[in-house]
């Protein structure tokens, strides 16, 4: 289903972020494999209309992977249980990696590798109970310290397909700079597929596959206002003004269409990061804060974006 031998390019789970739109979107720029915003196994099993909305796979999207959090094993197993309904979805994703403190405090996210029998035992309900074609795991280095290895090696016990490694501990949250050294020291201790994420951008992508040896990247804040970083990774060219404003635009519509008029109002936050550097950025942040009407959004997009 993922041609590892390919060295494919994944849209890392961000909640907030990857929703349906971008992933649409990012499909078409050279991401290989998109995987949902992190879904609580909770509220999953509990079925908030809002949960099973997030669930929805783009056009685009195949393979399609939905990633989900929790720490009870009962639960968890539900919520599996639930997903196996939906044929559209080829892959489950179990997120260890998640750093934010109300996960945290749910044993869930990155506190579960203080317990790496905990992981393994629900990493191998996921996979006894799912029904689809993949199951996998996104990890950190480790809680508070740096444990590449045992993380990898409990995880590839478990029987996942491949392992997604942030170059980071919990306690580093997004501070100081991945190491690509400890993924490589996993890289080299499982006979699985290792994805490495943390800190991945169009200049020092080649670098960290050689010096990860990894079989992929997985991408997220540097394709939050940069969705073309997929092609530009793969063809090794930036691309032009014209076609980034399309992509904006084409951004915008996908968001429409998914989340009807509150849209303008959720795609703020990508203005926001499309407008960065640009001349005049502050004040257009100003002014797009304050619309919700889909065509003097447009109106002032254009106006701004087509500046010469």
Known sequence: MIDFKQKPLFLAPMAGFSDLPLRNLVKQFGADVTISEMISSNALVYESEKTLKMLQKAELENPYIVQIAGSDEKIIKQAVEILNRFDFIDGIDFNCGCPVNKVIKQCAGSALLQ??????????????????????????????????????????????????????????????????????????????????????????????FNKTKCDALMIGRASIGKPWIFYEI????????KTKNEIIFAHFEEMLKHYKEQGVSIFRKHLHEYSKGLEDASNFRDQVNRINDPQIMRDCMREFFNKE
């Open 115 to 208: 317990d790496l029998d905990k992981l393994q035992k629900i990493l191998e309900l996921i996979k006894k109970t799912s029904k689809k074609k993949t199951t996998s795991v996104k990890v950190r280095l480790g809680y508070d310290k740096k444990d590449p290895i045992c993380i990898a090696k409990a995880c590839e016990n478990a029987g996942v397909d491949f392992i997604s490694m942030h170059g980071r501990t919990r306690k580093q949250m997004y501070s100081g700079n991945a190491d690509y050294e400890a993924i490589a020291l996993a890289k080299e201790n499982i006979k699985i597929p290792l994805v490495a994420n943390g800190d991945i951008d169009a200049l020092n992508a080649q670098e960290v």
């Open 234 to 241: 793969k063809q090794g060219v930036k691309i032009d003004k």
